[in-house]
């Protein structure tokens, strides 16, 4: 309750509220809301999409094709009798079409929907952009939970059983650590009132696959609802109500990559002034020597650019070819370890020292995520190729990244390769070390 002034709370107890008697009060009410953390210019506003008898559960999301201006198109997904229904509706909706009926899905009691998307630079601010469709959860009537990709059935994805209700959401994305992806996240209510969820999210080795399904086990309780959101500080988080009218919340470390920094950048110049004087030498001792030196140094460990290789060495493995009846050389595979985190996978190259040829790369896959790195060589290169390198073997890492965003320099350095099996030296008995 906010206090009264006395002045004015001398005015209310007038009996005549007139001019006359100086009692005719007056208040303002001034509002404001804060801007700091809001980045759009524009709001929604509040419409009803439908009424009609057996309604049911509903979802909407917006698509953003630019990183600029507002979304262009809303896509909603809802139960009606028993039915589960799509529509859509162009944003703003200049031509007045309202919401458009799409197709159907069968029968159903619970629905959800979520676009992917990724972030794009613009005007020194990072700004999300979404693909072209999203993301359709439902479930059936056989309490199976279903996901595809709008109206594309070739899509369509089992990600559960004994379901009751879902809800979708696009986490937060990483755009220096590319797998440090939230995903999109569908999170559910079982029959028994536990919570599940399941992330589509990047992987180490760069695939986007919807990940195993989880039990939230920090919720005890049996569930009733639930929810999704995300935070401004790069969390995401699940609300859970009970059974027992309790509100359960469950919330994400953050999954931050610097973007909420504008980059710094330093320019440092050097300037002199030399003002000379005409002076007249009769005895001139020695000659006058004018040196202009300027150095300046600033590191910031969060973005430093420069970077060494730690540990470089291979491992070569054999096996026992049982239809061929011989051994031969399993792969060769070298690994890296560099000093300092890098956000993505560097670009790898080989090179025979002795005869400058390229040595092809079949794939490269994350020891240790940031530091440490696999090369797998190419399978056709196991006999002919690899085994038979003449000396040394260059290694050039190149297009990589600091935790800031910046590239690292380029390293390039050599090794002797070890446990090779050139195909001119013989093979050991099969017979003698298959027996061992």
Request: aromatic share 12%; glycine share 6%; with cysteine.
């Amino acid at each position: 309750m906010r206090h009264i002034p006395p002045d004015l709370l001398e005015k209310i107890k007038k009996q005549n509220q007139t001019i006359y008697e100086n009692a005719d009060p007056k208040m303002s009410v001034l509002v404001s809301r804060a801007k700091t953390t809001i980045t759009d210019s524009t709001y929604w506003t509040v419409e009803t999409i439908r009424t009609k008898e057996g309604l049911g559960d509903l979802s909407v999301v917006a698509r953003r094709f630019k990183p600029y201006g507002g979304p262009n198109r809303l896509y909603n997904i809802y139960v009606d009798n028993g039915i589960v229904k799509t529509a859509i509706r162009e944003y703003p909706d200049y031509r007045g079409e309202k919401w458009q009926t799409q197709f159907e899905l069968g029968q159903g009691s619970a629905v959800a929907i979520a676009f992917d998307g990724h972030w794009e630079w613009y005007r020194k601010k990072w700004h999300p952009v979404t693909v072209e469709d999203p993301f359709i959860f439902w479930v059936d009537n056989s309490k199976k939970l279903w996901v595809q990709i709008w109206d594309e059935e070739s899509t369509k994805y089992e990600l559960s059983t004994n379901v009751n209700k879902v809800k979708a959401l696009r986490g937060w994305k990483n755009v220096n650590i590319k797998h440090n992806d939230q995903g999109v996240v569908a999170a559910y209510i079982k029959t028994d009132g536990s919570v599940y969820y399941r992330n589509y999210c990047v992987q180490e080795n760069g695939l986007v696959v919807w990940e195993n399904e989880r039990e939230l086990e920090e919720f005890t309780g049996v569930a009733v609802n639930l929810n999704l959101f995300i935070t401004n500080d790069y969390r995401m988080g699940i609300i859970v109500q009970d059974n027992q009218n309790g509100i359960w919340l469950c919330i994400t470390d953050r999954n931050w990559a610097g973007m909420g920094i504008p980059a710094e950048k330093f320019n440092i110049r050097a300037t002199a002034t030399l003002n000379l004087l005409e002076v007249l030498y009769r005895r001139p001792k020695h000659d006058h020597t004018f040196t202009l030196r300027a150095a300046a140094e600033i590191a910031f460990l969060f973005g430093r650019t420069d970077n060494t290789i730690v540990e470089l060495i291979n491992v070569a493995e054999t096996r026992l070819d049982e239809e061929l009846e011989s051994y031969e050389d399993y792969g060769f595979r070298i690994k890296v370890r560099l000093n300092y985190e890098t956000m993505e996978v560097p670009t790898f190259s080989l090179t025979d020292a002795t005869t400058l040829s390229n040595i092809p790369i079949g794939s490269v896959s994350i020891a240790e995520a940031g530091y440490e790195f696999i090369i797998h060589i190419d399978e056709s290169l196991w006999e002919f190729g690899i085994n038979n390198v003449a000396g040394d073997i260059n290694i050039s890492i190149s297009n990589f990244t600091n935790e800031a965003g910046y590239n690292y320099d380029n390293i390039n350095s050599s090794f002797t390769p070890i446990n090779l099996v050139p195909t001119s030296i013989p093979l050991p008995e099969v017979e003698a070390i298959y027996n061992e």
